[in-house]
């Protein structure tokens, strides 16, 4: 048998915690959520029997096309995500990896954020409202609106939530749909003053529109980097900072006009 060398000797020694490290860490849960493409929602539209949409003390008008809301589905707060998840993830295009404490807040539990999920989704369905009213320059007291969305949870629905109002109470303001008869999806926040906000995971977002049959995507400005990532084919992205500008492109959109690109 020929001798080992020193060299041999030496990194055959240093190679063993290496390996004994990489055979741990491919079996030891790690700090990050995997997310892929989540339901869309169409908020013109009904969901789980009732209206997402309704209007009182005001005739709404009967809409054509779509609006529909994205969302991510990511492994929950106690899944296990183990070092082939996150492998496989970073190589495939419709999953994406990310810190679990940027998915979900630290030290809380799985019912505590759903109770956080929930009170954010609610607090979202208020703002749009007012930004949507504030937009159309109309006064609570004289309409109501509901909002009503189960198994959803955040504020990312905000942007999509208020251009549904607008489009049941005025549409594009001269008797037509704000969609065009199209299939419309995006996502944002929304302030009050109607300002939109960014929101994450608007990469499987777009899959997720596309795969429903959407031909525009509404995005936030500042997102639209990620955005146009793993843009699909087919998809058209309409970066927008405002409610006032989401509602003047897609006018914009069904007259020919020039649309603002990301």
């Known amino acids: 048998m020929p001798a080992v060398s020193p060299r041999a000797r030496i990194l055959a020694i240093c190679s063993t915690p290496v390996l004994a490290l990489l055979a741990v860490a491919a079996f030891a849960p790690l700090p990050f959520s995997v997310a892929e493409p989540g339901t869309t ?21 009967k809409t ?11 492994t929950g707060p106690d899944a296990t995500v183990r070092l082939k998840d996150v492998i496989s993830g970073w190589f495939e295009t419709d999953r994406a990896v990310m810190p679990r404490d940027s998915v979900y807040p630290v030290g809380k539990t799985t019912k505590e954020i759903e109770a956080h999920n929930a ?14 009213l504030g937009y159309l320059h109309l006064s609570s007291k004289d309409v109501k609106v509901q909002l009503r969305l189960a198994d959803v949870g955040g504020p990312s629905a905000g942007l999509l939530f208020s251009l549904g ?13 704000l969609t065009g008869g199209r299939t419309i999806a995006g996502t944002g926040t929304i302030t009050a003053d109607g300002k939109v906000g960014a929101v994450g995971g608007v990469a499987l977002k777009t899959q997720a529109a596309k795969r ?20 699909p084919q087919g998809l058209r992205l309409i970066p927008v900072t405002t409610l006032k500008s989401a509602v003047n492109s897609l006018v914009a959109l069904q007259s020919g006009h020039r649309v603002p690109r990301c």
């Open 41 to 61: 929602v169409n908020v013109l539209g009904s969901d789980h029997g009732g209206p997402v949409i309704k209007i009182s003390k005001a005739m709404p008008r």
């Open 212 to 231: 429903d049959g959407a031909t525009v995507f509404l995005v936030p400005r500042a997102e639209c980097a990620d955005a146009k990532a793993e843009l």
């Open 64 to 74: 054509t096309g779509q609006l529909r809301m994205t969302t991510i589905a990511a």
């Open 165 to 177: 109002i607008v489009d049941k109470l005025d549409g594009d303001g001269r008797g037509g749909d």
């Open 119 to 132: 009170a954010e989704m609610e607090k979202s369905q208020d703002t749009a409202t007012s930004a949507a």
